[in-house]
């Protein structure tokens, strides 16, 4: 069984940083696709950024140069983990943040496929003042 455990959220000013992280354990695939998404307060959910196992990253135009997805080397029990960390924030990223994994790369539609086939996790909220 697929989990994932984010961290890191918190409240932050505007052009503050956070950091995300996404502790994603049970998968069984040599290939996949792990992102962040997130939701806003009265809105749908969108994707942010993803990564795939061989490093090809994807991110949302409204994050592009602020937010960089990374993936940490693989522990002994085949753990994933991924971070997101965010820079220059403003109060529109406000929103629930959750990590998601797919079995897919490659994918040119990883938000949608994240959003509709994924596993989730909890989310973490993040917040921006202005």
């Known amino acids: 069984q697929v989990q994932l455990v984010e961290s890191g959220g918190g409240s932050v000013q505007s052009g503050g940083s956070l950091r995300l992280s996404c502790a994603v354990s049970g998968i069984t695939s040599n290939t996949y696709c792990i992102g962040w998404l997130r939701q806003a307060p009265g809105k749908e959910h969108e994707g942010v950024a993803a990564?795939?196992?061989?490093?090809?990253?994807?991110?949302?135009?409204s994050v592009k140069g602020r937010f960089t997805i990374s993936q940490d080397n693989l522990s002994q029990d085949n753990t994933k983990k991924v971070s997101l960390q965010m820079d220059n924030l403003a109060p529109e990223d406000t929103a629930m943040y959750y990590c998601?994994?797919?079995?897919?790369?490659?994918?040119?539609?990883?938000?949608?496929?994240?959003?509709?086939?994924?596993?989730w996790g909890q989310g973490t909220q993040v917040i921006v003042s202005s």
């Open positions: 990564i795939d196992n061989d490093g090809t990253t994807h991110y949302a135009n």
């Open positions: 998601a994994v797919v079995p897919q790369p490659g994918l040119t539609k990883w938000s949608l496929y994240l959003q509709r086939f994924g596993d």
